[in-house]
């Protein structure tokens, strides 16, 4: 999936290895599987465990824009490359 605006994304380039990562994917039964489908998933990689862990958290507490007591539906998943 294309970023929409890649400035809002860090430059890989400007870190070291990306070996830990986060998989996003969507639980059985939402709704948003029918458009983006069944298998859909995204990851994004860090360069530490550190910087993983805090993005993570910051992925599970209530995101800016959303209304009071909306909670994202991503399956959220430790990844790290061999």
């Known amino acids: ?3 929409c605006h890649p400035h809002n ?3 890989p380039g400007e870190r070291g290895p990306l070996n830990f990562g986060i998989r996003l994917s969507l639980p ?3 709704p ?7 298998d859909w998933s995204e990851y994004q990689w860090f360069d530490s465990e550190e910087a993983r862990d805090a993005k993570l958290s910051q ?3 209530q995101f800016v824009y959303y209304r009071r007591g ?3 539906t991503f399956v959220l998943e430790r ?4």
């Open 9 to 11: 994304r860090l430059d």
């Open 70 to 72: 909306d909670r994202p």
């Open 28 to 30: 059985a039964g939402d």
């Open 59 to 61: 992925l599970k507490d």
């Open 32 to 38: 948003m599987r029918d458009l983006l489908g069944s």
């Open 79 to 82: 990844v790290q490359r061999p």
């Open 1 to 3: 999936m294309d970023v």
